[in-house]
């Protein structure tokens, strides 16, 4: 299925895509070869999209249409008239304009959510260094809060990249775009009422704060691993700080990468002298403070 930026494609076409008569408009699932999803454009210009077909971009009452030829349909939608001359300006939405999108609100709403799992949705953004503890105070988070009855989501920078986010590399722009990604997903998780736990490095602080300007205030909680670098390099479970050691692993956070330390996180996780707080600690300390901001209740 096609997507329109975030509508669905629903297309119906002329008989040679085989999905019967072209004057009756069925709704239907059109296989087109789509090369390019992700930028502005469609994709739609290979030679099998050479045919003439209808397009309709719906949710409820709001439909754009398009007909004309799909090889026609690539960079920009502005300037393209169908046969009759009339504009198919509508299409820009395609791109990532949201001048054509309303909000569809439902009854059922976050409060109602909320009132349903006796807890208050909200994100728990862990950043620090690899090897800082972030993923295990997640785990522990996570555990500690389900022992109390409280629905929590883990979304972790190492396991999204093997989903959602496997197109992104390690460079500036791409660690933006995870962060970015994640922040919006975490948004929704914090919108059904879950306690959504974000575990990533997270190096830039702009990133990160724009991540909490997604949210209302106080529904985004940064949690600093603050742990020295010295200490992950000598945990180094995975051989990453070796690997970037050897020159095998180009712009490691930390070696030769930067990582910008918040500056105002809700919670601070240190060593205290050369002790570390145990991962239980440490997720105790968040619970106490998700307890005394009412986040463990409606
Ligand atoms: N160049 C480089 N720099 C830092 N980390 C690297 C790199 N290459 C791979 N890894 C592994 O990727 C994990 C970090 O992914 P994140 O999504 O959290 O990174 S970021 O927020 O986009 O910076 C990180 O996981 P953690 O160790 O759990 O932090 C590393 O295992
Ligand atoms: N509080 C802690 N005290 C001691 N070791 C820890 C603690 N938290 C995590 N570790 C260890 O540090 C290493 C890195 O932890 P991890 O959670 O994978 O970090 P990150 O997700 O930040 O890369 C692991 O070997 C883990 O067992």
Not at 171 to 199: P, Q, T, Y
Not at 269 to 280: I, M
């Amino acid at each position: 299925m096609i997507a329109a930026g975030n509508r669905p494609l629903i297309c119906y076409s002329t008989p040679e895509f085989g999905l019967g008569d072209s004057t009756t408009p069925k709704l239907g699932f059109l296989k087109l070869p789509v090369s390019n999803c992700s930028g502005k454009g469609f994709g739609l210009h290979s030679d099998e999209a050479r045919s003439s077909f209808s397009v309709k971009a719906g949710e409820g009452s709001k439909v754009s249409y398009v007909n004309g030829k799909a090889d026609l349909i690539r960079e920009s939608y502005d300037s393209i008239n169908d046969s009759d001359g009339k504009s198919i300006c509508q299409m820009s939405t395609i791109g990532n304009s949201t001048t054509d999108i309303v909000w569809h609100k439902c009854s059922v709403e976050k409060i109602d959510r909320q009132e349903l799992l006796q807890q208050k949705g909200c994100v728990i953004w862990v950043t620090g260094l690899s090897g800082s503890g972030k993923s295990t105070l997640a785990c522990a988070l996570s555990r500690g809060l389900h022992s109390r009855g409280k629905l929590t989501y883990i979304l972790d920078g190492d396991n999204v990249r093997h989903g959602l986010n496997r197109d992104l590399s390690f460079k500036a722009e791409d660690r933006a775009e995870n962060i970015r990604r994640i922040g919006e997903v975490a948004k929704l998780f914090a919108d059904a009422g879950v306690i959504c736990i974000a575990s990533l490095i997270s190096p830039y602080r702009k990133d990160r704060d724009a991540c909490r300007s997604l949210l209302p205030a106080g529904d985004f909680i940064e949690v600093f691993m603050n742990v020295p670098l010295q200490v992950c390099e000598a945990r180094d479970p995975k051989g990453l700080y070796k690997l970037a050691r050897a020159g095998k692993i180009k712009g490691f956070t930390g070696l030769d990468d930067p990582y910008e330390p918040p500056l105002n996180s809700e919670i601070v996780l240190q060593q205290k002298g050369s002790v570390c707080a145990s991962p239980c600690e440490m997720a105790d300390t968040v619970i106490s403070y998700l307890e005394e901001k009412g986040y463990l209740n409606a």
